[in-house]
């Protein structure tokens, strides 16, 4: 009880290494909590978009783009979810891989729209597509200002 009382006073305002900073005396570390946050969540967008692509417009019967769909939501989920989760200095590999999950999903629409992919072809923007486009965006934007937040010095 004596250490833990001396190391408490001795640490005050100090957060023990394990613990999660939500204040940093400039609302950097809030900022940063809620960008990642919010970037989880874009995340899981994205990832929502592609799977009820999948079920609801049948992406399933299509070969190699149906399992990326699936495959895209399983990313997606995973990522966000331990983005959610206090997992701390893994957060940046994650957000890093949010991102490029987000931007990949991007880049293959413009490229299936262009020509095909992998033996298919998408045309117009229709509303998961609109949807998709903007959490694909917010999820780099707000994942990239996170980032941003956390590799700034104090």
């Given amino acids: 009880m004596t250490q833990v009382t001396e190391r408490t006073r001795r640490d005050v305002g100090r957060p023990m290494p394990d613990e999660a900073v939500l204040d940093d005396g400039r609302g950097g570390s809030r900022a940063a909590t809620a960008l990642r946050m919010l970037g989880a969540l874009a995340v899981l967008a994205v990832g929502a978009v592609h799977l009820e692509q999948y079920f609801g417009v049948h992406f399933n019967v299509v070969p190699v783009i149906g399992p990326l769909f699936l495959l895209n939501f399983a990313g997606a989920a995973l ?17 890093l891989g949010g991102m490029g999950l987000a ?36 999820a780099v934007l707000l994942l990239g200002g996170y980032l941003a937040r956390r590799m700034r010095p104090a």
């Fill in 79 to 95: 990522i966000a979810l331990g983005l959610l989760l206090p997992l701390g200095r893994l957060h940046i590999p994650l957000a």
């Fill in 103 to 138: 931007a990949t999903s991007f880049v293959f629409f413009y490229i299936s729209e262009q020509r095909t992919l992998f033996g298919f072809q998408d045309y117009g923007y229709r509303p998961a597509i609109v949807i998709a486009l903007v959490a694909e965006a917010a």
